[in-house]
């Protein structure tokens, strides 16, 4: 149901200006002020979506009326409605941003005057909802690259420095970056706004599992949908693991296997994710002298992205992990 304001000053002009706006469908809700304390009042409320004006009052002019419309509330559309507006008085309104104007001789017109202002109005404000909506994309779009770029060149320069040779660096830097590159594909799969836990599992460990297969085994605990930096950042965690696992841990000797399961605490402010990664029947291991930019690169995106807490246990029998973080709301 539109919603008008009119300023008509006088009785009987306002009551055959009411009459024609009746016939419209829907019938508009009309709010009629006289004079300019009515009218100023009626602008600060802010409650109507089109106003209809007389040129001439006893107190005030159609002109003002127009000029503080113009200035509270530009996006509102202005109808003048008059007896005594001239061609050249019509032509000045429409300067200082007035919509149109109807004669009271002929307010046959002004149904289809207000309709036609109305739809404008729609359209306008759509479009300026449109072009909002661009900029906030725009301005996440250019975050997230920057985030993008600087974990790349971060990979890229700590890569370097903890590979022995060139193949070597290849490799590693080539898996991390395929890991990040999975987990945004699956993130744009689901317009970027949240990802399965256990989906990011399997992307993740699919370009491991070649010949491995029967060596992963998921227990999938209850649905876990991730936002999208936590699911970013357990892409890395895994790809960090796996690859571990695959040089020096269960999948680098026959019969190891790796078992990752999950479970979901309902805490009374907030809900928690267990997360468990274990190695088993693998060669015997033990804590490295110094950490590697692989296990910094577990604890940091643990801690920083996920908020949460990554224990390491080289136990004998395999490598064992063990994440908690906080799902986001």
């Known amino acids: 149901m539109p919603r008008i304001l009119l300023l008509e000053d006088s009785h009987l002009d306002g009551e055959l200006i009411c009459e024609h706006l009746e016939r419209m469908d829907p019938r508009p809700q009309v709010r009629r002020v006289a004079n300019r304390a009515g009218y100023m009042e009626a602008l600060q409320q802010r409650d109507f979506d089109l106003i209809l004006s007389d040129f001439s009052l006893p107190d005030f002019d159609g002109m003002s009326a127009l000029e503080l419309a113009s200035a509270a509330l530009p996006e509102i559309p202005f109808i003048f409605v008059s007896g005594v507006l001239g061609e050249e008085a019509a ?20 149904p289809a005057a207000v309709d036609r202002a109305l739809a404008e109005a729609r359209e306008k404000a759509e479009r300026r909802r449109a072009e909002h909506q661009k900029e906030l994309l725009v301005r996440e779009l250019s975050h997230r690259v920057k985030n993008t770029m600087s974990m790349v060149m971060s990979l890229v320069r700590r890569t370097a420095k903890s590979s ?83 040089k020096y841990g269960a999948l680098s000797q026959d019969g190891g296997y790796i078992s990752i399961t999950w479970h979901r605490e309902e805490a009374q402010d907030e809900a928690r994710v267990h997360l468990s990664w274990e190695e088993h029947d693998g060669p015997a291991i033990a804590a490295p002298g110094d950490q590697g930019f692989g296990t910094t690169l577990i604890q940091r995106s643990v801690h920083y992205e996920l908020q949460g807490e990554a224990v390491l246990d080289y136990a004998a029998t395999g490598l064992k992990c063990h994440i908690t973080f906080p799902l986001q709301a």
Do not use: C
């Open 164 to 246: 022995l040779t060139v193949d070597q660096y290849t490799e590693v830097l080539l898996g991390r970056l395929r890991a990040m590159a999975d987990a945004h594909a699956l993130l744009f799969e689901t317009n970027w706004s949240q990802a399965e836990l256990l989906e990011v599992v399997r992307r993740t460990l699919e370009p491991h599992r070649q010949g491995r297969g029967e060596r992963f085994r998921i227990e999938a605990g209850p649905l876990v949908h991730l936002d999208p930096k936590t699911a970013l950042a357990l892409s890395m965690v895994f790809n960090e693991l796996t690859t571990n696992a695959v």
């Open 91 to 110: 032509i000045e309104s429409f300067r200082h941003g007035a919509t149109d104007y109807v004669l009271k001789q002929r307010l046959i017109r002004l």
